[in-house]
């Protein structure tokens, strides 16, 4: 099988597609732990955390990052979700001395992978980079242009990471397990929070029907259409296929498994038959 990757060491890239929400006040940490499927209790000025946002019934609703700021929580989610994520919490919100505060119009993202550059250490596409929060329209002037990288490129990253996405992956009708977030986004040791008990069953269960595989192919198929893959899994196309090169596309694809293969090449990339 050819090996697809991206070069990311010494690259850089603005994050403009994010919704951005400050939580301040003393029950912060309280508040969003009760929330999210993993731990904000940890330091989190030097390292970003993923989460996800589920539902009663333990399914996805929305993958967030959380770090902290000062006296500040920052929590950022994709900006397609922005409405969603925000209205969520503010639901929520009811005995908790604590704020919400939308801040996508005032903060950018920058992510990279530059040694020696400042920023919160952060794992967003399988590969440890750092979180740079500037403010709307400004870029650090030390990072060059040359080095940037595109989003096409970006989302590719994501897609070998098996990184699931709004509106694609993340429905509101998967568990985490089944998009492999059970692995760095929920913390089986913390509080409880929405859908924790469904969450923390399936993991004792330690397996679940469907999972979450990248793929590869010479020509990028259309979501939603019904696949067979190289491991004779049968399942369907989740969301856009992303081009590597001249001749091959890299997508995501949520496959039914059997027991046999439960526990074969999670985040191995597999092509399509």
Avoid at 5 to 30: C, H, Q
Avoid at 62 to 88: K, M, P, T, Y
Avoid at 233 to 256: D, M, R
Wanted: hydrophobic fraction near 40%; glycine fraction near 8%; include cysteine.
């Amino acid at each position: 099988m050819k090996e697809l990757t991206v070069e990311l060491e010494g690259k850089w890239i603005p994050l403009a597609n994010r919704a951005v929400f400050r939580i301040s006040g003393p029950d912060r940490v309280r508040f969003l732990n009760g929330q999210v499927t993993n731990d904000v209790s940890r330091n989190l000025s030097e390292e970003a955390v993923a989460a996800c946002l589920c539902t009663l019934k333990g399914k996805v609703e929305a993958l967030l990052w959380v770090s902290s700021n000062e006296d500040s929580l920052i929590v950022d989610g994709e900006l397609s979700q922005r409405e969603e994520v925000f209205n969520r919490l503010d639901r929520y919100l009811i005995a908790d001395d604590c704020e919400i505060v939308d801040e996508t119009e005032r903060m950018n993202l920058v992510h990279h992978f530059i040694d020696g550059q400042p920023g919160v250490m952060a794992t967003r596409v399988g590969k440890l980079g750092k979180d740079l929060w500037v403010q709307v329209d400004s870029l650090p002037p030390n990072f060059l242009e040359e080095n940037r990288l595109s989003p096409t490129e970006f989302a590719a990253a994501g897609i070998l990471a098996c990184v699931p996405r709004a509106g694609y992956e993340i429905s509101g009708e998967t568990f985490p397990a089944e998009l492999g977030l059970d692995r760095w986004a929920v913390d089986f040791h913390k509080g409880c929070y929405l859908g924790q008990e469904i969450v923390s069953r399936i993991e004792s269960v330690g397996r679940v029907k469907r999972v979450l595989r990248p793929l590869m192919s010479e020509d990028p198929p259309k979501i939603g259409e019904e696949i067979t893959n190289s491991l004779e899994e049968t399942g369907k196309i989740t969301g856009p296929f992303e081009p590597v090169s001249e001749n091959y596309y890299l997508g995501l694809g949520l496959f039914s498994i059997s027991g046999e293969h439960a526990e074969m090449v999670e985040f191995e990339l597999v092509t399509i038959n």
